[in-house]
């Protein structure tokens, strides 16, 4: 009876998700562990009744030493029901503080980057019940707002990809008994049982909570959903009023109408803002609660000169608007170019698509030249501009010169990819330097 519960869920929460293109191709995240076992046989099963076709991703996250075999038994696993699956490897090992959170932001970085590549549109995960819930106390716990505590949605979009949650709405209880009703193995995770992390001790906690009536998993889930449709309602707002006034630049800065903070809700105002902090300084978490809010108070008292905030630049009194670009000093160390895509200072995709021998040994790093500096680079190159070249030149702010990404070869200025301008003998067409965002502007994800 478990089973059929489990699949019954699963088939009835993918209704929710359509309609999907004729013989829909579809990525499963699957790291191994319970819940993602569940996900792949519940998602086999019904794509054997849809002429669905599924690819199978898992990640090679490299923090611990089993790692790489977890990865090969997934792969195993998925061979054995008849489905390829696809092994992606972080690059470099992880170092620092929070390098779940690093692990997690790569993890969807080389999963919705894959399925961009091979034009999959769906990539299922194998968020439940228990893991909403989870979320939902580990944000209440650092003071989140309504935007937090909304936790997940079954369906958001990433770098162009759609999200599906079908398990969101299971408990673990259920996919514990689906699994041993079914006698699917699955890969164990240690950190699971490790108090150092908050799941590990929220997840000891919970059910004693639960027993006393203090607190349930459906009532917390309704919560939830309440929520959610609050949110929903201000999201709205803000995509109105984000139309209406602010300009985002492929050069990496934003111009918002100073008129935008005295007509938007204090509510909307300060996610904009923290929105527009994160894009501009190459955030992937939100900026500190205590951060927005003194900025947001100088803001409402004009006129503000110049300040620095998150690694952005805000000027205001510019033709009425307000600028935030990326402060210079915060910004990133050069990168080594090589095959491939690589993220430059959290803003900019750069990619090389041609390994040649006489472009070798190039990095990308700031420009740090502003308007007079590289005309006069332009001249001493012989280099000359077309008319969209000129009046991109002209439009582009002062301040933002020194931001742009360039390209260097044994420390010799040779490229400026936004001007599309480079030296003699230089091919400049085998490189590529495109703003991207962490996060949207509006309709904000959450993971």
Not at 104 to 116: N, V
Not at 133 to 148: A, I
Not at 341 to 364: G, N, P
Request: proline content about 4%; some cysteine; aromatic content about 8%.
């Amino acid at each position: 009876m478990e089973t059929i519960l489990l699949e019954q869920a699963f088939t009835e929460n993918m209704k929710q998700f359509e309609p999907f293109e004729n013989k829909p191709v579809l990525a499963l995240a699957v790291s191994g562990g319970p819940d993602s076992m569940a996900l792949l046989h519940c998602a086999t099963r019904w794509m054997r009744s849809r002429q669905a076709s599924l690819t199978v991703l898992t990640v090679n996250h490299q923090l611990r030493a089993e790692a790489k075999d977890e990865v090969t038994k997934v792969a195993e696993w998925a061979e054995n029901l008849g489905l390829s699956c696809h092994i992606l490897t972080i690059p470099d090992k992880l170092s620092g503080n929070n390098m779940s959170a690093q692990a997690r932001e790569w993890r969807y970085r080389l999963l919705t980057g894959w399925c961009r590549d091979n034009h999959v549109l769906h990539l299922l995960t194998a968020h439940h019940q228990d893991d909403q819930v989870e979320t939902f106390f580990n944000r209440l716990e650092r003071g989140s707002g309504l935007e937090g505590l909304s936790c997940m949605r079954q369906i958001t979009y990433m770098n162009g990809v759609r999200l599906l949650r079908p398990l969101l709405s299971s408990p673990k209880e259920l996919i514990s008994q689906f699994l041993l009703k079914e006698k699917i193995d699955w890969v164990k995770d240690p950190t699971n049982e490790d108090d150092n992390y908050f799941r590990a001790r929220f997840r000891k906690i919970f059910p004693q909570l639960s027993d006393q009536g203090l607190v349930s998993a459906p009532r917390v889930m309704l919560a939830i959903a309440n929520l959610q449709r609050a949110n929903a309602m201000i999201e709205d707002e803000l995509s109105r009023l984000t139309a209406q006034y602010i300009e985002i630049s492929p050069a990496g800065y934003m111009m918002i109408d100073t008129g935008f903070f005295n007509k938007a809700p204090a509510e909307v105002a300060l996610r904009v803002l923290n929105r527009c902090l994160m894009i501009i300084g190459g955030h992937r978490d939100s900026v500190r609660y205590s951060t927005l809010d003194h900025l947001y108070q100088r803001l409402l008292q004009a006129p503000l000169s110049t300040a620095t905030s998150a690694g952005c630049c805000v000027v205001g009194g510019i033709k009425n608007k307000i600028m935030i670009y990326r402060e210079r000093h915060a910004m990133a160390a050069p990168l080594k170019l090589e095959f491939g895509e690589q993220l430059w200072d959290c803003r900019f995709i750069v990619t090389y698509t041609a390994a040649k021998k006489d472009q070798m040994h190039c990095h990308v790093g700031q420009l740090s030249l502003g308007r007079s500096a590289l005309l006069k680079w332009l001249k001493s190159n012989l280099i000359t501009l077309n008319p969209v070249q000129r009046h991109l030149l002209k439009n582009l702010p002062s301040q933002v010169y020194p931001t742009l990404p360039a390209i260097y070869q044994q420390d010799q200025l040779v490229a400026v990819p936004y001007f599309n301008c480079h030296i003699p003998l230089f091919n400049l067409s085998d490189f590529s330097a495109v703003l991207w965002t962490a996060r949207s502007l509006t309709k904000m994800e959450s993971i």
